[in-house]
């Protein structure tokens, strides 16, 4: 089982639509959780931590649950910036950064 | 500006040779990474450092060798070895593993051609 999951997609949406992302990771000790954004053919860049209580940055909501092992990442009135892939990341204590395959997102007008 | 550098950003060898790829952190960061990423792959762990002078080995080592002589600098030599070493190789630095929420920072990466 891959310690990190994520539906590779793509999401193909609409502007102004609002997409949700799920990740799922097997190992509970993980503590910290992470959402990145990579451009095509660019690097990773962080969007978002993901808090346990759930936190929003303007259009972007994450939310974590630990009994579930799960993580959600809600776009909201997505643009055609929004296109991307998505990556979900979690880390448990003292180690690197484990990263998901990531979700391919694609905003249309 | 502070960041992290790669050089250089395309670069192509012959099989069989060795390649060394730069990573250069000017952001005063302990902690050092190296990851190959390929087409429609989630990023895979070559090697870390978190201080100078040491350094572990990460989930796909095999063929590959680094060195942290230098806070700023983490060269990875992608060697004979490696068997499929075409990819897209990205450098990464943060304060250190020890912090839960440590953002790591990306350098431009270097896509590596073996013909």
């Known amino acids: 089982r891959k310690e990190v999951e994520q539906d590779p997609g793509p999401f193909n949406v609409p502007e102004g639509a609002t997409v949700a992302f799920n990740c799922t990771y097997s190992n509970s000790a993980s503590q910290s959780f992470f959402w990145y954004r990579q451009d095509c053919r660019k690097e990773p860049k962080l969007l978002m931590s993901?808090?346990?209580s759930g936190n929003e940055d303007g259009r972007f909501t994450a939310q974590l649950n630990r009994a579930s092992q799960y993580i959600s990442l809600l776009i909201r009135d997505s643009k055609l910036s929004d296109s991307a892939t998505y990556l979900c990341?979690?880390?448990?204590?003292?180690?690197?950064?484990?990263f998901g395959k990531g979700t391919t997102l694609s905003v249309s007008s | 500006d502070g960041g992290i550098t790669q050089s250089p950003k395309y670069l192509f060898r012959k099989e069989g040779q060795n390649v060394t790829l730069s990573c250069e952190q000017n952001?005063?960061?302990?902690?050092m990474y190296w990851y190959r990423q390929d087409p429609g792959q989630g990023l895979r762990l070559i090697y870390y450092?978190?201080?100078?002078?040491?350094?572990q080995k990460g989930d796909i080592a095999e063929g590959y060798s680094v060195s942290r002589e230098k806070k700023e600098s983490f060269p990875l030599t992608v060697t004979s070895a490696q068997k499929n070493p075409t990819a897209f190789y990205l450098c990464?630095?943060?304060?250190?593993?020890?912090?839960?929420?440590?953002?790591?920072?990306f350098g431009p990466g270097t896509r590596l051609t073996v013909l």
């Open positions: 952001l005063n960061h302990d902690a």
């Open positions: 993901v808090y346990s």
């Open positions: 990341v979690v880390k448990q204590a003292g180690t690197a950064l484990i």
């Open positions: 990464a630095s943060s304060i250190g593993d020890r912090v839960l929420y440590n953002e790591q920072f």
């Open positions: 450092s978190q201080i100078v002078n040491d350094f």
